[in-house]
């Protein structure tokens, strides 16, 4: 069955950097777009991310653009969330998303000094 298992986060303080990466099995992932979404306390899950399935035309919400990169590795079948300059404002659970609407079980990031 489909699997997306994301890793890679933790505590760090503002301006740090931490790389996600989100494992996928499955299913063919050379095939689907991948996104990276995040879920704040209290808020409701908003797309950050996402990555077309050759790798091309990389969409970023304005907030973490310039600062965040997604990539992707069709060999190993990973999808990875680059993040620099982390901010309180980007503490949240991260998900892994495939373009059929499959998640993992998120990893949480929390910036604080």
């Known amino acids: 069955q489909v699997q997306l298992v994301e890793s890679g986060g933790g505590l760090v303080q503002p301006g740090a950097s931490l790389r996600l990466s989100c494992a996928a099995s499955?299913?063919?992932?050379?095939?689907?777009?991948m996104s990276w979404y995040r879920q704040a306390p209290g808020k409701q899950r908003v797309l950050v991310a996402s990555?077309?399935?050759?790798?091309?035309?990389?969409y970023y919400i304005a907030s973490v653009k310039g600062r965040f990169t997604i990539s992707r590795d069709n060999a190993k079948n990973m999808v990875y969330l680059q993040m620099n300059s982390l901010k309180a404002e980007d503490t949240a659970v991260y998900y892994c998303?495939?373009?059929?609407?499959?998640w993992g079980q998120g990893t949480q990031v929390t910036v604080s000094s």
């Open positions: 998303k495939n373009e059929a609407g499959s």
């Open positions: 499955g299913f063919t992932f050379s095939r689907y777009s």
């Open positions: 990555i077309t399935s050759t790798g091309g035309s990389p």
